[in-house]
């Protein structure tokens, strides 16, 4: 995949991750406005329960962003679309779909990947 590509997959990727993190971000907040509002009383365990989800889906998201960090470094390295543990070619379908993607898919499955 030539690097053009790859930035332009890695900004809208970077885009859209963005913007579910200001989304979970607003809703933790509302939820957070609605528990601490007076008046008729509510199971306090279900905001707590749908927190610690959204807390999860929040770091995953960060995490990405994090992930597509690194792939724009290994544009600026010459070193995108090849594994970072064997340096194998990751197919470009694979890039596609996946532009921060670090490992093959066999090796991400090996490892237990979530992001294969």
């Not at 929040?58 to 070193?79: M, P």
């Amino acid at each position: 995949m030539d690097s053009a590509r790859a930035k332009e997959l890695l900004r809208a990727d970077r885009e859209r991750t963005n913007g579910l993190l200001a989304e979970m971000t607003g809703r933790r907040q509302a939820d957070r406005e609605a528990a601490n509002q007076s008046g008729d009383m509510f199971d306090s365990a279900e905001p707590l329960t749908g927190e610690v989800a959204d807390e999860s889906v929040v770091a995953e998201l960060r995490s990405h962003l994090a992930a597509i960090d690194r792939a724009e470094q290994r544009i600026e390295a010459g070193s995108f679309g090849r594994s970072v543990k064997s340096g194998a070619p990751i197919p470009d379908d694979r890039l596609e779909a996946d532009p921060s993607a670090e490992l093959t898919v066999e090796e991400a499955e090996e490892a237990g990947s979530t992001r294969i």
